[in-house]
C-alpha cells in the first residue's frame, strides 16, 4: 500500500511538471535593424573607394548571454527569459554597424572582425561597449569606446567615447494604437512582448546615431599612405 501511494504521488508530481511546462510562454527572438535607408539599399551596394575593418568589438560580461538585459535602477539588473536575441548581441551589433556604414560610406568593402581575411584596408576601427541596454519605461542606451586605425601602422588616427540615450517609443498592440491590457495592475505576456520589441528598436537607433558620428569622421580623416615599402620604386 506504501509503495503504491508513493507511485500515485510521483505520478500527480509529474503531471504538475508537465502542465507547468504546457503553460510556459514561448520565447520571442530579436534582432537589431540597420537604418531604414540602409536596409533598402546594402545589396545594392558595389565596390566603394573606402575598404574598412571594424572589430573586434568587446562587450561586458553581462551583456553576453542570449536572454535580453533591461537596467531596472542604478544597480540592477532583469534578465527577460523569453525574450530572446537571434544570435548574439555581439555579433548583432558588429553586422548591423558593418550594414550602416556600408550604406553611409557608400562601399561594399566592410570586413568584419575576427577575420582570417588579408585584404588592405583604408582604415580599422575598433571599440569597447561600456553599456548597451534598455531601461523599463525609459530609454535605451549606448555607450562606446572606439578608435580609428591606420591598420598598416597600428597608429591611432582618432579616438572617442561617446554616449547615446534614444527614447524608448511604446509599440501599439493593434492597428488603432490601443494598448494591451494589463491583469491586476501585472504587465501581460503581449505587454512584456511589446516593451521588448520597443526597447531593441530603441537600441537600433541609438546604434543607428553611433554609424553616423562613426562615418562623419572617416569621411574627415584622410587615407593613410602605405608605409614606404609597399609604395612603387621601393
Known amino acids: 500500500m506504501k509503495y ?4 500515485r504521488l510521483l505520478i500527480l508530481l509529474c503531471l504538475g511538471l508537465l502542465s507547468a511546462c504546457a503553460s510556459s510562454p514561448p520565447s520571442r527572438f530579436y534582432v537589431l ?4 535607408e540602409a536596409d533598402s539599399r546594402n545589396s545594392d551596394i558595389r565596390g566603394g573607394n573606402l575598404s574598412i575593418g571594424i ?3 568587446v562587450f561586458p560580461q553581462f551583456l553576453d548571454r542570449p536572454q535580453l538585459v533591461v537596467r531596472d535602477g542604478y544597480n540592477r539588473l532583469d534578465l527577460e527569459e523569453f525574450n530572446r536575441w537571434g544570435g548574439t548581441l555581439q555579433d548583432d551589433f558588429l553586422r548591423v554597424w558593418g550594414q550602416n556604414l556600408g550604406h553611409l560610406l557608400d562601399t561594399s568593402r566592410i570586413l568584419i572582425f575576427p577575420s582570417e ?3 588592405p584596408l583604408d582604415f580599422r576601427i575598433t571599440a569597447e561597449v561600456v553599456n548597451f541596454e534598455g531601461r523599463q519605461g525609459g530609454e535605451a542606451v549606448l555607450n562606446v569606446r572606439w578608435a580609428v586605425m591606420d591598420p598598416r601602422l597600428e597608429q591611432t588616427l582618432a579616438s572617442r567615447d561617446d554616449l547615446y540615450r534614444c527614447p524608448i517609443q511604446s509599440v501599439p498592440a493593434d492597428a488603432g494604437g490601443a494598448q494591451a491590457p494589463s491583469v491586476g495592475g501585472l504587465m501581460t505576456t503581449a505587454d512584456a512582448g511589446q516593451d521588448s520589441e520597443a526597447i531593441v528598436a530603441a537600441m537600433s537607433r541609438c546604434l543607428g546615431r553611433f554609424s553616423r558620428d562613426v562615418a562623419a569622421v572617416l569621411k574627415g580623416l584622410p587615407r593613410p599612405m602605405p608605409p614606404p615599402s609597399e609604395q612603387p620604386g621601393y
Open 4 to 7: 503504491s501511494i508513493t507511485i
Open 33 to 36: 535593424t540597420p537604418l531604414p
Open 55 to 57: 572589430g573586434p568589438v
Open 117 to 119: 581575411s588579408r585584404a
